[in-house]
């Protein structure tokens, strides 16, 4: 969390954080697109050979003001893919909350659990544990589903992923913008109480 006292104004940082592929910058594409009048930024893509990091400054659904600041919220995806890891944590320092986009599909199963091990980690570098932080959890990808790719049931990705963290949890189609805006909308209640707590009237 940044604040700026002069313009009362506290910058939150939200990351779309998981595998490679999974669907985080899907996420912020649609996002982007949906509330193209709200953001403030273009977005702005960092290539790093081959991955990218892509965020941008997004002024919230009808937050008002809390304890007398304007809110921005700037969304981040992270490089999914493992040499990037550098990047990713990188990403994640001054992180406010975090939205981890699961692959719904079998075959990524074992990569979800490695990444989510890895925000831990990520997390652990900068003293903030995972089950201290607002977290939401997407399970991408279920449009496939009706094009017969093999998908984990939603039972099983609570339990590889959710068991200990109990966090709120999405189905979701990030291609289709099926729950992206309700995994965002959550997210952003959730931070939002976090970061009240921490400022001073």
Known sequence: MFINMNTREVQVKIVYYGPGRGGKTTNLEYINEKYRDRIK???VSLKTHGDRTLFFDFLPFDLGKIKGYDVRIQLYTVPGQVK???TRKLVLKGVDGVVFVADAQVEARQRNIESLQNLAENLAAYNISIYDIPIV???NKMDLKKQGVPLLPTD???KDLNSKLRAPAFEASALTG???IATLKKIITLTMVAVQEKLVD
């Open 41 to 43: 930024t273009e977005m």
């Open 84 to 86: 990037y890891n550098a």
């Open 137 to 139: 959890l997407q399970y």
């Open 156 to 158: 099983v990705l609570q």
């Open 178 to 180: 099926g729950n992206v």
